[in-house]
Nanobody, 123 residues
Framework: QVQLVESGGGSVQAGGSLRLSCTVS????????MAWFRQAPGKEREGVSCITWNSLRSYYQDSVKGRFTVSQDNAKNTLYLQMNSLKPEDTAMYYCAAAPSCGGLAWYRYNYWGQGTQVTVSS
């Protein structure tokens, strides 16, 4: 059974930082690209960042470039998202997901999803 479990969300003030983690079990981590998505109330789910299985390439949504950093520890089957200089517009439920490739961060290309962790940024 494949499981993706996110953690690390919380409430911070604007300008603060959070580090999200996603621990994966039940699939061969090295066979998948891993991504972070987010969804704010009333808005569509959007891709935030993706990293290839070998960490050679990473991709970011324009709004988070220079503030967020995606990484992974393949030995621990864990994906991370370091979020700095957080803004109120970053407030959303954050999900990790797995797919054979980053696929342009299109959500419908991702096979496996976690349950999400809430990030709230106050001004």
């Amino acid at each position: 059974q494949v499981q993706l479990v996110e953690s690390g969300g919380g409430s911070v003030q604007a300008g603060g930082s959070l580090r999200l983690s996603c621990t994966v079990s039940g699939l061969i981590f090295d066979d998948y690209a891993m991504a972070w998505f987010r969804q704010a109330p009333g808005k569509e789910r959007e891709g935030v960042s993706c990293i290839t299985w070998n960490s050679l390439r990473s991709y970011y949504q324009d709004s988070v470039k220079g503030r967020f950093t995606v990484s992974q520890d393949n030995a621990k089957n864990t994906l991370y998202l370091q979020m700095n200089s957080l803004k109120p517009e970053d407030t959303a439920m954050y999900y990790c997901a797995a797919a054979p490739s980053c696929g342009g961060l299109a959500w419908y290309r991702y096979n496996y999803w976690g349950q999400g962790t809430q990030v709230t940024v106050s001004s």
